[in-house]
């Protein structure tokens, strides 16, 4: 998992630790881990590190203090180094260091783009937490001038952000304005949302968090990145004393005459993920496919420990949408996914998940009186998972290339290690069955502590992407491939193993 905090914390806890320093500890702590992802970055895009040129663009504040500390290393390992800064003032302890090791400073000025494509290694350290807005002229046209040039080490320089990318938003990872997007992003202390957080985090690279010993002082999580390890420590695997009804009863409600696949996805997910019983409540035509592809499968009404309600609905559709809201009065955790969306109560509670795209959730948000359109939420995504959650009281999940999940506890929870070829239609029905039985695993955990089933949601998204990961191998992959991947890539999420053997 990576943590991460806002600035106003991350402040709080410098000042901490600050207090029992001695002057620029922290500073040169910071520089001399950048220093090293930087000589890491040149031997990777150049072979080598003597005599290798680095351009380090710099800003008035401590992030061009970092960047000017780290070149005066990066200069005494024999790296040509020149700073240009980009504002009237320069650190001045970080220009002495590097001045003194050998390197150059300067103003950025008319050939300060030509500067910055000719050199092996750029460092950005205009702003960091300081940072406002996006990048501004002059340096407002280099990010395009870089992507024209090619790629790290064939026609651009490889390039390290200090903190964070200039031009990001460090609390929200909003982007507004032009971005110097990084190859490589060494941040101090914690991650910082806008690293974590779409659209933002596209621009990171590689993300490197730098032990600089704040922990101590930094209170919970703004957001965090939900890794595989996490989840094969969390999910819950049957015991000698479970049966069938222990390990969880999903009920679906998917599908209809129309669209029966989505009813064979959803189910498919959920049998994959280890349901002990799923129940499909649907006409008879999906019935009838669903029980040949999956006899194991139970069809009609009874009880259940969650549901999985609206994958391939039309809100049209009068007897599913009777049994989507009997389902949703029923009091059972619940996924409400894209048709059951319409049919949800004006307030619910966190046992209820959201599992909208952009275009759903601009029209949940606009039915109750937020005229949002899709491209806004695409633009701010947390922000309006947010609203969502707070306008309905239920957990919502965000589905996108970084999928968002907002709950009841505050903290904004991502899975980002998705493939692209993910986004393929059915793959949403297929999430909604993994999630359908992750809920019904732990449903009396969930109704104990509702701020939980934002955890599971985001635990399901991880291994939703994991399994596309393994079904795909970098290549196009089909929903239907995701969930019968599901079972390998549970059994090979780092440390499935040892947690199994914890159990013991
Ligand atoms: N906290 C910690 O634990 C540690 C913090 N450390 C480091 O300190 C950094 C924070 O330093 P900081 O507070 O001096 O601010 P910083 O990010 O340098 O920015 C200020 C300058 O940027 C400018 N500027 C702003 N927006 C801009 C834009 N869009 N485009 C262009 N320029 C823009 C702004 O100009 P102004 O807005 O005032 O005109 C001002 O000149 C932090 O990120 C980390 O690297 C580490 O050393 C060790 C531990
Ligand atoms: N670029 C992408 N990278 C990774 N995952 C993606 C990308 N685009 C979409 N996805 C994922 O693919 C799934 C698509 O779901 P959805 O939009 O509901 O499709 P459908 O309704 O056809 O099932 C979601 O889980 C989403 O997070
Ligand atoms: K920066």
């Known amino acids: 998992m990576i943590v991460s905090h806002c600035a106003a914390d991350v402040r709080a806890a410098e000042a901490a630790v600050l207090a029992a320093l001695p002057d620029g500890a922290l500073m040169d702590r910071a520089a001399a881990a950048l220093a090293t992802a930087c000589t890491q970055e040149l031997r990777r895009s150049t072979g080598g590190v003597y005599g290798r040129s680095a351009v380090l663009l710099t800003g008035a504040g401590d992030n061009g203090g970092d960047a000017l500390l780290a070149g005066a290393l990066l200069?005494?390992?024999?790296?040509?180094?020149?700073?240009?800064?980009?504002?009237?003032?320069?650190?001045?302890?970080?220009?002495?260091?590097?001045?003194?090791?050998?390197g150059g400073v300067r103003p950025y000025g008319r050939d300060g783009a030509e500067h910055c494509l000719a050199a092996d290694l750029l460092v950005d350290g205009i702003a960091g937490l300081?940072?406002?807005?996006?990048?501004?002229?002059?340096?407002?046209?280099?990010?395009?001038?870089l992507a024209a040039a090619g790629r790290a080490g064939r026609g651009r320089p490889v390039v390290v952000a200090v903190d964070l990318p200039s031009g990001v938003d460090a609390d929200t990872g909003a982007v507004d304005g032009p971005v110097l997007p990084a190859d490589r992003t060494v941040t101090f202390g914690t991650a910082k949302p806008g690293l974590l957080l779409p659209p933002a985090c596209t621009r990171t690279g590689r993300l490197d968090v730098v032990d600089i010993g704040l922990g101590a002082h930094l209170p919970a999580p703004a957001a965090v990145r939900v890794e595989e390890a996490d989840v094969a420590l969390r999910w819950r695997r049957p015991t000698a004393g479970d049966d069938k009804y222990s390990r969880g009863v999903v009920g679906v409600v998917a599908g209809g005459a129309d669209y029966t696949g989505a009813a064979l996805l959803a189910v498919e997910g959920a049998v994959r993920a280890g349901a002990g019983m799923v129940r499909y409540l649907g006409p008879q035509h999906p019935t009838e496919l669903v029980r040949q592809r999956r006899p194991e499968v139970v069809p009609g009404p009874g009880r259940v420990q969650a549901w999985v309600l609206g994958p391939g609905v039309d809100?049209?559709?009068?007897?599913?949408?009777?049994?989507?809201?009997?389902?949703?009065?029923?009091?059972?955790?619940?996924?409400?996914?894209?048709?059951?969306?319409?049919?949800?109560?004006?307030?619910?509670?966190?046992?209820?998940?959201?599992?909208?795209?952009?275009?759903e959730l601009a029209r949940l948000l606009s039915a109750r009186g937020r005229e949002v359109e899709r491209a806004a939420v695409e633009a701010d995504p947390v922000g309006h998972a947010r609203a969502a959650a707070e306008l309905t009281g239920a957990t919502v999940l965000l589905k996108g290339a970084t999928t968002v999940v907002v709950g009841c506890d505050g903290v904004v929870r991502t899975a980002a290690s998705a493939p692209a070829w993910l986004g393929t239609a059915g793959a949403g029905d297929v999430l909604a069955g993994i999630l359908g039985a992750v809920l019904a695993a732990r449903a009396e955990d969930v109704q104990a502590e509702p701020e939980l089933a934002a955890t599971l949601a985001a635990d399901a998204a991880v291994v939703h992407g994991w399994a596309a990961s393994l079904a795909s191998a970098s290549g196009p992959v089909a929903a239907l491939d995701v969930a019968e991947a599901v079972p390998a890539a549970l059994t090979s999420l780092p440390g499935w193993h040892e947690a199994d053997a914890a159990a013991w």
Not at 84 to 94: M, S, V
């Open 75 to 102: 200069a005494r390992r024999g790296v040509r180094v020149l700073a240009l800064t980009t504002a009237e003032r320069a650190h001045a302890r970080g220009t002495a260091a590097l001045l003194a090791a050998g």
């Open 130 to 145: 300081g940072g406002r807005g996006g990048l501004r002229a002059p340096l407002d046209v280099l990010p395009a001038r």
């Open 315 to 359: 809100p049209d559709d009068a007897e599913q949408g009777r049994r989507v809201r009997e389902a949703l009065e029923s009091g059972e955790p619940a996924v409400v996914d894209a048709g059951a969306l319409p049919a949800l109560p004006r307030r619910s509670d966190p046992t209820r998940v959201l599992t909208p795209h952009a275009g």
